[in-house]
Every structure is written in C-alpha cells, then in structure tokens.
C-alpha cells in the first residue's frame, strides 16, 4: 500500500510565479507548503515506500521535460544511485548551513566539483533537530542556564526581595530567574510558502553515497531544483536534506528497531530527535553565518532573514540581537576550531 498526494499547480494568467494548488487529499490532513518555483506544473510527493516509486522518474531528470518536474523523496541507497546513473555517476548536493563555505564542504568532500551558489524557492532553514554530532565532539550545551525573559528571549524579568539583615532598612538585593536552555540543535530545511533560500549546489561521485547517507541519516532525503541567482532553473534535481520525524526516523532509518535508535542516540541521552523546545549549537551557528558570509552580504543576510528556530517564528537576527548575542565573537574550543571556523 503506498500512500501518496498529487498536487497541481495551474499558473495564473498574469505571472508565472504565481497561481493556485489544486489539491486532491489522500490523507486527512496536509499541511506540508509547497515550494512554488522549486517544482513546475505538476508534482507529486511520495512520503512511503514502495518497489515503483522511481517509476516516474524519467521526467524529473529529463533535459527535454524541464517543465514536468516532481519532488521525490529518496528512501534508500537505490534512490540514490538512480540519480547518479542518470548524472554520468555523480550526483548533486544541495548546501545550506555548513556546506555554504566551500572551505567547510571541501573538508567533508574532498573531491566535489563545480562548486556554485543558486537559489532554493519555497524552503525555510529551521534549528529544530538534536545532532549527536555535537555532543561527541564536546560542543553541544545541554543545560545552559539563562535568566528567565520575556518573549522575544531578551531575558529582562527581575523580582526584587527584601535581604535578611536589612529588614526595615530599605535595602534589597536583585534575584533573576533562571532558565534551562538546551543549545544542542543542527539545521534543516522544510518547506514554506513565500521563503527562499540562497544556498550552493556542488557533485560529488556515485562511490561516497553510502557515507553521504550515513552521516546525514537523521533527514529527509529530497530530490529539488534549485536555480541560478538570475532565476534559471536547475535541469537536474539536488539532494536537499530536509526536515524529518521521530516516528519516520524510527520505522525508516532504523526499521523499527529501538535498539538501533538507542545505538544511534541513547548513549547521549537522546530520546527525540525533531523537537520544538531546543535552541541552536552555538559553535555550529557561528560556523554557518561565517560560511554564508564568505559568499556574499546578500547570502549573510539571507541566512539571517530565513532562518528561524524552532518556535518558526524567531529568526535567526531576532535572536542574535538577544539571547544568543555574543555567539559571533565566541571562539570554537581549539578540538574543533579548524572543522567549525567557518
């Protein structure tokens, strides 16, 4: 049985860039936005697996069909190797945090090629995953005590109470709530209707798609199509690493198995993965605003603009501005200043 959700797009007479979703529901509820320059005419959006699933593949990939396109998952390591087959054995990656710094992506893939910037329409990066690769390289803060604020996280709110020595002295000392915040979380994508992203795009070959899978296995796998800065489509999808759940985590990636959860996670007292509670990795954001920065003004800004945590509503300037103020001057711990310096 394979659960699945076409979604047509009609454009309006008056732009190409605008129109309407037709949709026909096969599940009760379906709020997933859907990247309006991402996909052209007609997609289709596979969210279980099954043996046909590439069966429509053809025109995705097709130089000729450049206006049918589809947004597919990728599920396994077959999926993958599709892409390849059809790309002279390489296969695309879509960068949007670390990977925006050529020199960070080129210390992961030491043999990409054609290393570029494009733009992704219809996506929002969002901090709302546990990575428990920050826990074992010493840098995620699990329990990090701020003063209790107010509700843009400035952290202002004070009671005051009379000292015990100086009752009826008219003398006070200042107590501040404290808050436990948990800064621990990596970046995502996901779909959002009216965002964009400049992100870059580079290849890398068919023989590192085991590691690629292995080491980013917390996402979704989609195939997109991003486009040039001066908004030439894409001919050929990217892998884009997007936001994912406990439940798909646990049912996909780990074939029900708890055990391999915990063997996963459990030895960092990790019991969710996506969660809306958690704020960023302060070491992991800096290096991604640097990365962005040593683009261009406009990819900085960018980031900073369409970057939100995980409440979706803070953005990443919002929260520079207040409670994480002083990430960008903090030093990484010298273990990891060359993987994390941007």
């Not at 069966?55 to 190797?81: C, G, K, Y």
């Not at 070959?205 to 991003?226: D, G, H, M, N």
């Not at 996909?252 to 704020?279: A, L, P, T, V």
Request: charged share 25%; with cysteine; proline share 5%.
């Amino acid at each position: 049985m394979t659960a699945s959700l076409r979604i047509l797009f009609t454009p309006s007479s008056s732009s190409r860039r605008h129109g309407r979703w037709l949709c026909s529901r096969s599940f009760s509820e379906f709020a997933f936005p859907i990247p309006h320059r991402a996909i052209a005419t007609s997609t289709t959006l596979y969210f279980s697996a099954k043996s046909d699933r590439w069966a429509s593949l053809t025109p995705m990939i097709s130089r000729e069909v450049i206006n049918h396109w589809e947004l597919t998952e990728l599920q396994d390591e077959s999926d993958f190797e599709k892409l390849a087959s059809s790309n002279n054995d390489l296969f695309s990656v879509c960068g949007f945090g670390s990977l925006l710094s050529e020199r960070s992506a080129r210390s992961t893939f030491p043999d990409l090629i054609n290393f570029r910037v494009a733009r992704l329409t219809g996506f929002r990066r969002i901090f709302a995953h546990v990575s428990p690769g920050f826990f074992a390289r010493g840098i995620a803060k699990p329990e990090t005590m701020k003063p209790n604020g107010d509700k843009s996280h400035s952290f202002q709110q004070r009671e005051v109470f009379p000292t015990p020595r100086n009752i009826g002295l008219n003398k006070s000392f200042v107590i501040c709530k404290l808050q436990t915040f948990q800064e621990i979380s990596g970046l995502s994508v996901e779909p959002c209707e009216g965002e964009n992203l400049i992100v870059t795009v580079f290849e890398i070959q068919r023989s590192e798609i085991p590691s690629y899978i292995k080491r980013e296995i917390e996402y979704r796998f989609l195939a997109v199509f991003p486009e040039t800065l001066d908004g030439t489509p894409f001919t050929s999808p990217a892998v884009l690493c997007a936001s994912y759940s406990d439940e798909e985590f646990l049912q996909i990636r780990c074939k029900g198995s708890k055990e391999m959860f915990f063997k996963q996670y459990g030895q960092y007292n990790i019991h969710k993965i996506w969660r809306d509670d958690i704020f960023p990795c302060r070491v992991y954001l800096r290096h991604c605003l640097l990365g962005a920065k040593s683009l261009s003004d406009v990819a900085y800004n960018n980031f900073l603009d369409h970057t939100f945590l995980a409440d979706r509503k803070t953005t990443i300037r919002e929260y520079l501005a207040t409670t994480g103020s002083g990430i960008m001057e903090e030093e990484p711990p010298e273990s990891v200043k060359a993987r994390y310096g941007g």
